[in-house]
């Protein structure tokens, strides 16, 4: 996926070749500004007032108690940029807005730019960090109201992968047990049990984000074919020979390398024979030499990004597979996903013996 300036026409195209249009104010000016402007016109409630037709900015701005002319000069903005249409004197929800920008879609994208005005403020930090490349563990420091966020936030960021990874999953013939480490919102574990009726799952997460976890799964109506217990991967004895399946989406960037090791040997541990471990993430290069690869941009922003506000990065396909290999299991072929360029599924087997 690539981020910033596209050439829209000819004479664009030539512009960007020919180096001659500012691209580092496309990648920043246009992009940060605009960014915000979504982000506040979704807290806003704008779009939601747009759910059952079109509206003027007036209208609009009546029913979310905002300023009329700043609320036009918004919408223009979003509509300049295909979020929404204009018909008859009304501005209206198109199939970009209403899809992803109405809190009750199945593909709600709300909760995450809710979350993301907390991750705004955690980037700030990118200018100290490059001085002293010190980490700000976000766990550590949210406090129950940023947990709540960053549970639904993550919610919204998992509804399309989680669904692929349902689908593209080789879990061992009549899996049983599953357990989905840092498995949050459960939105993996829950497709994975729909996928396989006779699978039923435990997500083991910090405590602190099982309230709002929980309250999150409820709605999927899942009984107790999947349910939360607390801990700390880090910390806790996963078990032995338990289970068919072990996921771990999203979150090896924030362990570092001897973490990672140390977690996949217990994993490896915890999973009965063929047995299979599956670790999902953004990926990194490897080395500077692959940087132009299209999918590793995705994971070389986040790497950064990582850095600054947990204590690690993304990390590679070959990184992780060395892992798998070196606590005991047999990797197999990565699988990139569609739904989330620049992210791939790295499964590996626990031998028979
Ligand atoms: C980025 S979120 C990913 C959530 C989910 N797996 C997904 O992909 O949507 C990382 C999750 O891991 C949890 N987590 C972080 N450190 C953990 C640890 N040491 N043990 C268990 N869970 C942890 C966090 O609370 C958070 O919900």
């Known amino acids: 996926m690539r981020l910033g300036a596209h050439a829209e ?18 990648d920043t000016q246009a992009a940060f500004q605009f960014a915000r402007i979504i982000m506040a016109a979704s807290r806003a409630g704008l779009f939601e007032a747009l759910q059952h037709g079109g509206r003027t900015a007036q209208e ?4 979310r108690n905002t300023d009329p002319r700043a609320t036009g000069k918004a919408l223009d903005a979003l509509l300049a940029h295909g979020y929404l249409r204009y018909r008859n004197g009304r501005y209206e929800l198109n199939r970009l807005s209403r899809k992803w920008l109405l809190a009750d879609s199945p593909h709600t994208v709300v909760h995450k730019l809710d979350f993301q005005e907390i991750e705004w403020r955690w ?26 966020r960053y549970q639904w936030g993550m919610r919204d960021f998992s509804t ?4 692929e990874v349902a689908w593209r999953a080789r879990l061992p013939k009549a899996a049983r047990t599953l357990l989905d480490i840092g498995g949050s919102h459960g939105f993996y ?4 049990c729909r996928r396989h009726p006779g699978l039923q799952a435990t997500i083991l997460e910090l405590p ?57 040997q217990k994993v490896t541990r915890a999973l009965k024979p063929s047995g299979v471990f599956m670790v ?20 070389a922003v986040l790497d950064v990004y990582f850095a600054l506000t947990s204590t690690s990065g993304t990390w590679s396909v070959e990184a992780v597979q060395n892992w798998q290999m070196a606590a005991g299991l047999r990797p197999s072929r990565p699988v990139w996903l569609k739904t989330m360029p620049g992210a791939a599924l790295i499964s590996a087997v626990r031998p028979t013996e």
Do not use: C
């Open 160 to 163: 399309a992968p989680a669904t």
């Open 208 to 264: 602190e984000a099982i309230p709002t976890a929980a309250e999150i799964l409820a709605r999927e109506g899942m009984g107790d074919r999947v349910s939360h217990v607390a801990g700390d991967a880090l910390a806790d004895d996963l078990g032995h020979e338990t289970y068919d399946a072990v996921l771990i989406a999203n979150l090896i960037h924030h362990f570092n390398a001897e973490q990672n090791l140390r977690l996949a």
């Open 60 to 63: 609009i701005a009546d029913s």
């Open 9 to 26: 026409t000819v004479f664009e195209w030539l512009a960007l070749k020919l180096n001659l249009g500012p691209k580092p104010l496309a």
């Open 280 to 299: 999902m993430d953004a990926i990194r290069i490897t080395s500077p030499a692959e940087a132009n690869r299209p999918d590793r941009r995705l994971g």
């Open 189 to 192: 574990a829950v497709q994975l």
């Open 123 to 148: 980037t700030e930090g990118f200018d100290q960090w490059l001085y002293d490349g010190a980490a700000r563990d976000m766990h550590r420091a949210l406090t129950p109201e940023e947990w709540r």
